[in-house]
């Protein structure tokens, strides 16, 4: 009787062994991701924990010490965890002044342009919509997104009411098309224009091709000097001689020898040298 009742403990401790969640790894797998995406997560432990914590348990994974061995061998998994992790916040006509500068040199004939990251689309819209305006139709603009969930939003071309709130009316009426309570991009205005899920420091990314112009607003914000160095070198890779980088007025990009500082009124961008 008495090795049967502590068999039975034995039994509780193993169980209530599988139901503890080992977190004690959060500082590995936050090196993973800013290893991986530059994305350096480092000051919000907290709400990570438990963020990562629902993730695992919804997939039956019992520590993080786990997570980073299965995320570094199954790329879905992967992907589903690294869109849990971006923010993908952004608008309609976003930092105008930029796109109209884009616009210009659509105008005097150039057409690559890289959208890097894109999130969900409505910047590489934006700038399309305004080349249009602008009697420009002949473009190639490439919008690229760590986030599958945003690439997936951005190829719908869909949005609500809500995140059109900087247009005219007459101007959603000429760009978008009704869908039920939302509103999908015309065809017309989805022309020129490709969607990936990319990652800035995949060999993927430096084989894009050359652009014109590189559109990377509010990604770097989310990294180090080191990562963001590395950002805008591989950028100046894929630029043309005398290609433009825009950064978000957040971005802050590191002293370099790479790029030269242009200001114009309120236009700020960076000239390949
Ligand atoms: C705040 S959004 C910016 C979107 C848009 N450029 C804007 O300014 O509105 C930041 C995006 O950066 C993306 N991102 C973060 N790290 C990335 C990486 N290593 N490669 C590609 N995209 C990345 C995120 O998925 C997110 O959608």
Redesign the pocket.
């Known amino acids: 009787m008495f090795f049967f009742k502590r068999k039975k403990s034995v039994q509780n401790e193993e169980v209530q062994k599988k139901v503890e969640f080992d977190s004690s790894n959060l500082p590995q797998l936050i090196k993973y991701v800013k290893k991986y ?3 350096d997560l480092s000051s919000k432990t907290d709400v990570l924990t438990r963020r990562f914590t629902t993730f695992c348990k919804q997939r039956d994974i019992d520590s993080f010490d786990e997570l980073l061995i299965m995320i570094e061998k199954d790329t879905s998994l992967r992907q589903k965890f690294m869109n849990l992790l ?6 309609f006509l ?1 930092e105008e002044i930029q796109l109209f500068s884009t616009v210009e040199l659509l105008k005097e004939g150039k057409k690559r342009v890289l ?5 969900s689309g ?2 590489v819209f934006s700038l399309a919509f305004l080349a249009h305006e602008a009697g420009v139709s002949e473009f190639d603009i490439v919008g ?4 599958s969930k ?1 690439i997936d939003k951005a190829n719908e071309s869909t949005y609500s009411s809500r995140s059109l709130h900087k247009f005219q009316k007459e101007q959603v009426l000429k760009y978008f098309e009704a869908l039920g309570e939302n509103y999908r991009v015309k065809p017309k205005y989805q022309r020129g224009i490709k969607f990936k899920v ?4 995949s060999e993927e990314f430096q084989n894009l091709g050359e652009f014109d112009a590189i ?1 990377s ?3 770097m914000i ?1 990294f180090n000097e080191k990562y963001k160095l590395k950002t805008i070198e591989v950028f100046h890779k894929l630029l043309k001689p005398q290609g433009r980088l825009y950064v ?1 007025h957040a971005d802050l990009i590191p002293q370099n020898q790479l790029y030269k500082k242009i200001t114009k009124d309120r236009l700020t961008y960076y000239e390949k040298i």
Do not use: K, W
């Not at 971006?86 to 608008?91: D, G, K, L, R």
């Not at 959208?115 to 999130?119: G, I, T």
């Not at 690229?144 to 986030?147: G, K, M, Q, R, T």
């Not at 990319?198 to 420091?201: D, E, G, L, S």
């Open positions: 995406s530059g994305v971006t923010v993908n916040e952004t608008y976003r959208s890097a990251p894109c999130a409505e910047e690229i997104d760590l986030s945003a990319c990652n800035v420091f559109l607003r509010n990604m989310y978000g």
